[in-house]
């Protein structure tokens, strides 16, 4: 046997010895349900029947299953993004290494059709107009702290999107916090390792609000640190060591007396949750965590109730409103399965109650829905 080809066998004999052993690990390993590191669900082990199989149902979700199963993920990811950054990559998995130690989540404009725009749009203007409510989409970080981006990244044009929601709409129903958060842009309105807002960024927010709602904002200045070790989402991404973000509220924000209840059944009396910060899902302080349907009563006598639908953005700018309503219902579709309109008649007519849009931008292009 030539040199040449006892190399060749030499290496199918190592790599097939490599693959047996990762089978049998993954065989040997049990399948885990949640992934701290990327705060989410894995997929389990799909039902076999020839049906599915057939559709190319089960091929699929078999394939995810492997890819979230295969043992020692975790360290195969840090060590593929590791390889990149030596390549000198600028974009890992999604996420783009922007200046200044920022993650920033990677949004490509092919990803957002005309066709899905308008589907949005039409379905935000029925909202609008059966109950008034105001819109308030926040740009994603990608679109404001372009100076971050690497050279020549491409991003979904938000500011040409939202001026559509504001034609759609009408200005009256529309909140700009597209310019307010330009602004200060230089300042840390976004989390370096997540993808939402700080609570500095939803506090420019919040006077941006107040100002569209004729109402004077409080003058909330007691922005405390809860935490100076949140990694978040887009650090789960990529799965590197990388500079620790800090967590502030404002104190003020704790001072009045609420009442909450989560999805109809869990009641509390704060709307922060201190156990959160202990774990991977440190943003989950602000509002318990993603419910679908969280009651705030504070009891301040104004006569007033705003209802809410909102995506994870909102989880830390809802305290700000509590000097504004007695009642604040916050509500997350992608966890309510029910008709939108009889739930907020629970709560007041059309003209009774404030009404208020928030999701970031993408979040509502990919998730919005309205079923009356």
């Not at 420019?204 to 100002?211: F, V």
């Amino acid at each position: 046997m030539k040199k040449g080809q006892i190399n060749a066998l030499i290496t199918i004999v190592l790599i097939s010895l490599i693959i047996l052993i990762l089978t049998v690990a993954d065989f040997c390993t049990k399948d885990r349900l949640f992934s701290e590191t990327e705060n989410r669900m894995l997929a389990q082990k799909p039902e076999f029947t020839m049906e599915r199989l057939f559709k190319g149902e089960y091929t699929g979700e078999y394939e995810t299953y492997v890819t979230d199963q295969f043992v020692a993920r975790d360290r195969w990811i840090a060590i593929k993004t590791g390889l990149d950054i030596v390549m000198q990559k600028k974009e890992i998995g999604g996420v783009y290494l922007g200046a200044d130690g920022y993650l920033i989540e990677q949004h490509l404009p092919q990803e957002y059709t005309e066709e899905k725009i308008q589907k949005k749009l039409k379905l935000l203007n029925r909202l609008v107009t059966k109950y008034g409510a105001k819109v308030m989409l926040v740009p994603t970080a990608d679109n404001i702290l372009t100076d971050k981006l690497p050279a020549f990244s491409p991003y979904f044009d938000q500011k040409a999107f939202l001026e559509r929601v504001k034609k759609e709409v009408g200005a009256g129903n529309y909140i700009d916090i597209y310019a307010t958060l330009s602004e200060h842009s230089e300042e840390e309105i976004y989390y370096r390792t997540d993808h939402h807002w700080t609570t500095l960024g939803a506090n420019y927010g919040y006077i941006a609000w107040a100002q569209a709602m004729g109402v004077e904002p409080y003058p909330y200045k007691d922005m405390t640190s809860v935490t100076d070790e949140f990694l978040g989402t887009l650090q789960s991404k990529i799965n590197m060591p990388w500079k620790k973000d800090s967590i502030t509220y404002f104190r003020e924000t704790a001072q009045w007396p609420v009442t909450i209840i989560y999805d109809m059944e869990k009641e509390a009396d704060t709307l922060y949750e201190e156990k959160y910060l202990s774990t991977k899902n440190k943003y989950a302080y602000f509002l318990d965590d993603n419910h679908a349907l969280i009651e705030i009563t504070t009891g301040n006598n104004t006569g007033k109730t705003l209802f809410v639908i909102k995506d994870s953005y909102a989880n830390c700018f809802v305290p700000m409103l509590l000097p504004h309503y007695d009642k604040i219902c916050v509500l997350d579709l992608r966890y309510y399965n029910g008709r939108l309109r009889w739930l907020m008649n629970q709560y007041g007519k059309p003209g009774e109650m404030d009404v208020l849009v928030l999701y970031n931008c993408i979040h509502f292009l990919d998730e919005f829905q309205y079923m009356e």
